[in-house]
Structures are given as C-alpha cells and as structure tokens.
T-cell receptor
Framework: AQTVTQSQPEMSVQEAETVTLSCTYDTSESNYYLFWYKQPPSRQMILVIRQEAYKQQNATENRFSVNFQKAAKSFSLKISDSQLGDTAMYFCAFMKLKLTGTASKLTFGTGTRLQVTL | DAGVIQSPRHEVTEMGQEVTLRCKPISGHDYLFWYRQTMMRGLELLIYFNNNVPIDDSGMPEDRFSAKMPNASFSTLKIQPSEPRDSAVYFC????????????FGPGTRLTVT
C-alpha cells in the first residue's frame, strides 16, 4: 500500500514571497503519478500540478513548480510570488498506474494549510 | 462545461435515516470516483467506476454504504441506515482515461447526521 506524508500542518508566507511545501511518499511501484491539489475555503478541490514518475524533469505551471526526487521519494511544491488567492489547504497525492496504463485511485496526504498574508 | 455536479450541497439527517448523494460527472468522462473527507481520516477513496462498472470498492466502510452508476451521466452514493460517524464531506470526481490523474472534483456534499 502507498502512503503519503505531509509533515507541515500549517505554513504562512507573505505576499510576493516564495514558499515550499513538503511531501514524501512510500511505494514499491515503479509507474506512478504525483499531484498537488489545492482546496480553498470554497471546498472545491483543484489540480495544481502533476508529475509523471518516469520523467526526470520537474513539472512547472506558471508560479507553481515541483522538486521531484524519486530516489528520496520526495515531492515538494514551490509557490513563487505568493498571492492572497493561494491561501488554501494543499494536498499531495499519489496514483499508481495500472499495467494497462490507466488510472487508479488517488491516495492523499493529510494536507498543509497555507496562509498568505499581506 | 458545468463541471462535476453534486446534490445536495448540504444534507442534515437523523441517525437511522437513509441518505442518497447524487453526482453528475463531466460529459464524456469515463471514470467516476467517490471520496470522503473528515478531519480524522482526511480524504479517502470510497469507490470508483470505469465505464459505469465498479472497479475498486475496497474503501467502502461497511454494508451500510452502496454506490451505483446506472449510466454514464449519473451516480449515487447511498447510506442506509446513517450514523453520526458518517458525518463528512463527500466528493465526487470524474476523469478521462487519456488524462491520467486529472480528476475534476465536484463541490462536495456536506453531510451531518445527528
């Protein structure tokens, strides 16, 4: 079974600054995906960024980027130029790929609550 | 596209009553997932379907929970009888086979069982 650990329950960052959220995972699988989801106060879960395990290059999406260290089983999220709208719970998630290459379930970490302040 | 639609958004019921949560996935998506979110257990998968067929229901807590997907555009999650420990936010999500992992979540149903 896979486990996802987020060791930072809460974090705070000032507007325009950079913050890094940590995530580690444990798996014996070789084919998998990793994700960061954002849950703002509205409760809606929103995909922030995705990383395929077979890709060495770290994924980036505008102000969001990841540091994927496969050997260390680490997957951190960096938010640059933080904005007030980034205030939310952030969940790291793992999905193994089936042999057919199709989707399976997401396993989530416990989340990190990020507060962006003025 | 309207996104994933869930109803009701809020449900308050008494212990022992039957509760039915509804979900309409994004048109064309062939995967549908039901998740439950609580403070104690976080986000956990209950069941998921592929092309209306249940693939993994290992997360369904017990026989009081059942889920159906009679067609590609509708799914239900039923709890009968409901108990206070079922109080949680229930999310439905859908995805397309060609976009692995990009699950689109509905707004959730907040269930309170008194």
């Amino acid at each position: 079974a896979q486990t996802v650990t987020q060791s930072q329950p809460e974090m705070s960052v000032q507007e325009a600054e950079t913050v890094t959220l940590s995530c580690t995972y444990d798996t014996s699988e070789s084919n998998y995906y990793l994700f960061w989801y954002k849950q703002p106060p509205s409760r809606q879960m929103i995909l922030v960024i995705r990383q395929e395990a077979y890709k060495q290059q770290n994924a980036t999406e505008n102000r969001f980027s990841v540091n994927f260290q496969k050997a260390a089983k680490s997957f951190s999220l960096k938010i640059s130029d933080s904005q007030l709208g980034d205030t939310a719970m952030y969940f790291c998630a793992f999905m193994k790929l089936k042999l057919t290459g199709t989707a399976s379930k997401l396993t989530f970490g416990t989340g990190t609550r990020l507060q962006v302040t003025l | 596209d309207a996104g994933v639609i869930q109803s009701p958004r809020h449900e308050v019921t008494e212990m022992g009553q039957e509760v039915t949560l509804r979900c309409k996935p994004i048109s064309g998506h062939d995967y549908l997932f039901w998740y439950r979110q609580t403070m104690m257990r976080g986000l956990e998968l209950l069941i998921y379907f592929n092309n209306n067929v249940p693939i993994d229901d290992s997360g369904m807590p017990e026989d009081r929970f059942s889920a159906k997907m009679p067609n590609a555009s509708f799914s239900t999650l039923k709890i009968q009888p409901s108990e206070p420990r079922d109080s949680a936010v229930y999310f439905c999500a859908s995805s397309l086979v060609g976009t692995v992992g990009e699950q689109y979540f509905g707004p959730g149903t907040r269930l309170t069982v008194t």
